[in-house]
């Protein structure tokens, strides 16, 4: 969907274990673990049911939510808050009821994707109702964050999953390049935890970050959330 999404020789084959990793997660927790982290590469939120963008090929979180209901959970919700709106999660669940998507992200007012992600886009058909958009303006930090995220985990308490799905993009750090929101380190380990305290079976697949030194440590504050 764009011009910005290379596929050289060795795309497919870490794109599909990009998508393995999910999966492993996924089962990891369907199968009892409290919360698992799948260290994905290439990222996957961009990516639809029949088109790849936005430097993803395989949609992960889409994959790891879809293998939680095959495995019998009935009801999977996905919190995307990568800085990017996850428009091909968005589009792939967009008229089911069994999955909830809600997403914290740039206003597409003024970010990429653009033609998605706006707060009124919120399903159709079965899925009416099931997808949930907060886009927040440059410069957002620590406080308008959680309280957006508040938002849409109370909307995913109120859906009643059997199992979430975390989207985490690092891109929403004060010093990524291509980014313009201004989280700190120390910030995610307050929002992880916030979501770890709902206590719901958690599967995190990681989505963008692309400050490459500081990435490591902004996933380790992450996790050291949970």
């Known amino acids: 969907m764009d011009a ?19 999966l492993a997660a996924s089962r990891a927790v369907v199968s009892g673990d ?16 029949d088109y790849c963008g936005g430097y993803c090929h395989l949609n992960v979180a889409a994959i790891a939510a879809q293998a939680a209901r095959d495995a019998g959970c009935a009801r ?49 058909g079965a899925g009416a109702g099931a997808t949930l958009n907060l886009p927040l303006p440059h410069g957002t930090r620590l406080d308008a964050f959680r309280t957006a995220q508040a938002t849409a985990l109370a909307a995913i308490a109120a859906f009643v999953p059997d199992l979430l799905v975390v989207s985490f993009g690092a891109d929403t750090w004060e010093g990524d390049p291509i980014s313009h929101f201004a989280l700190t380190t120390a910030d995610y380990r307050v929002l992880a935890a916030d979501i770890a305290a709902c206590g719901w079976p958690t599967a995190i697949v990681m989505e963008g ?6 990435l490591g440590h902004n996933v380790a504050s992450f996790l050291a959330g949970f």
Do not use: K, M
């Open 209 to 214: 970050g692309y400050a490459i030194d500081a």
């Open 4 to 22: 910005t999404t290379p596929i050289t020789a060795d795309t497919w084959t870490a794109a599909y274990w990009s998508a393995q990793t999910a």
């Open 76 to 124: 999977v919700a996905i919190l995307d808050i990568d800085y990017h709106h996850g428009n091909g999660t968005q589009d792939i669940f967009w008229d089911r009821d069994d999955v909830f998507y809600a997403s914290v992200h740039a206003d597409p007012a003024t970010d990429y994707p653009f033609f998605w992600g706006h707060a009124d886009e919120r399903g159709e």
């Open 34 to 49: 409290r919360a698992a982290f799948a260290l994905c590469r290439p990222p996957g939120h961009h990516a639809g049911a």
